[in-house]
């Protein structure tokens, strides 16, 4: 097993089974010259960037509704360039969506800040697995998904309403785990709530919340696998 998992299809996932591997990504320790030329480019054009830890894959399969899979930390210096080298690289990258549905239906997700490596890009609050996610070396997904949400936005989702099920979506270009997560507010009242706290924040890494209120509702930036969870939800699947 390498990565063998349906792409470009909607899975159900009842169980993930990613584990964190103590030792180095091969991606790392075969490209760290290049990596470290990359890095200085990369802190040039955007000095706000920090070289902390992410996790890449080395392993995703989908068997019997479940992710299994193997990754390594890496530092975040390694996965700038794994991003432009993806390709046949032995790694891949997955990450989770707390997908926030409004109790209006509504779709609240953000738009990222212009300090940011994926600056006006539009999808829900997220970011990469890091070591702090995995338990016993299993990751949270759950734990990430509140965590990212929490520092993106100011909203905590510990006691929101959850969806039965994850569902993943695997592309070229990445896996999204993702799971409804239901606030009974309306969405206008909990974009309201998020831009009153990246108003307060110093350095907000978002712009401030997007609103998408039914499937044909798709915002200017919207990142590219967002459309199709767009789709499903107004779809009423899941």
Same mark, same amino acid.
């Given at each position: 097993?390498?990565?063998?998992?349906?792409?470009?299809?909607?899975?159900?996932?009842?169980?993930?089974?990613?584990?964190?591997?103590?030792?180095? =990504?091969?991606?790392?320790?075969?490209?760290?010259?290049?990596?470290?030329?990359?890095?200085?480019?990369?802190?040039?054009? %955007?000095?706000?960037? #920090?070289?902390?830890?992410?996790?890449?894959?080395?392993?995703?399969?989908?068997?019997?509704?479940?992710?299994?899979?193997?990754?390594?930390?890496? %530092?975040?210096?390694?996965?700038?360039?794994?991003?432009?080298?993806?390709?046949?690289?032995?790694?891949?990258?997955?990450?989770? =969506?707390?997908?926030l549905v409004a109790g209006d239906n509504a779709l609240v997700a953000i738009r990222m800040g212009p300090h940011t490596v994926n600056a006006g890009r539009v999808? #829900?609050?997220?970011?990469?697995?890091?070591?702090?996610? #995995?338990?016993?070396?299993?990751?949270?997904?759950? #734990?990430?998904?509140?965590?990212?949400?929490?520092?993106?936005?100011?909203?905590?989702?510990?006691?929101?309403?959850?969806? =039965?099920?994850?569902?993943?979506?695997?592309?070229?270009?990445g896996t999204v785990i993702f799971r409804r997560y239901h606030e009974p507010a309306p969405a206008d009242e909990i974009a309201r709530r998020i831009s009153a706290?990246?108003?307060?924040?110093?350095?907000?890494?978002?712009?401030?919340?997007?609103?998408?209120?039914?499937?044909?509702?798709?915002?200017?930036?919207?990142?590219?696998?967002?459309?199709?969870?767009?789709?499903w939800h107004f779809a009423g699947k899941g």
């Amino acid at each position: 097993m390498r990565f063998d998992l349906p792409r470009n299809v909607i899975l159900p996932v009842d169980a993930v089974d990613v584990r964190l591997d103590p030792g180095p =990504h091969p991606f790392a320790l075969d490209n760290a010259e290049a990596i470290a030329e990359n890095w200085q480019r990369e802190i040039s054009a %955007n000095p706000a960037l #920090f070289d902390g830890t992410v996790v890449l894959l080395s392993q995703l399969a989908w068997r019997d509704n479940s992710l299994v899979g193997r990754c390594h930390a890496v %530092n975040y210096s390694t996965f700038m360039l794994w991003r432009k080298r993806r390709e046949n690289s032995g790694a891949e990258h997955a990450y989770a =969506h707390a997908m926030l549905v409004a109790g209006d239906n509504a779709l609240v997700a953000i738009r990222m800040g212009p300090h940011t490596v994926n600056a006006g890009r539009v999808y #829900f609050a997220a970011g990469s697995f890091e070591p702090i996610d #995995f338990r016993d070396g299993l990751v949270d997904v759950d #734990f990430n998904m509140i965590r990212e949400v929490r520092e993106e936005t100011g909203l905590d989702l510990s006691i929101a309403e959850r969806g =039965h099920r994850y569902h993943a979506l695997s592309t070229n270009s990445g896996t999204v785990i993702f799971r409804r997560y239901h606030e009974p507010a309306p969405a206008d009242e909990i974009a309201r709530r998020i831009s009153a706290f990246v108003a307060a924040e110093t350095d907000p890494e978002i712009e401030g919340p997007v609103i998408i209120r039914h499937a044909a509702d798709l915002p200017d930036g919207l990142s590219a696998h967002m459309k199709p969870l767009i789709e499903w939800h107004f779809a009423g699947k899941g």
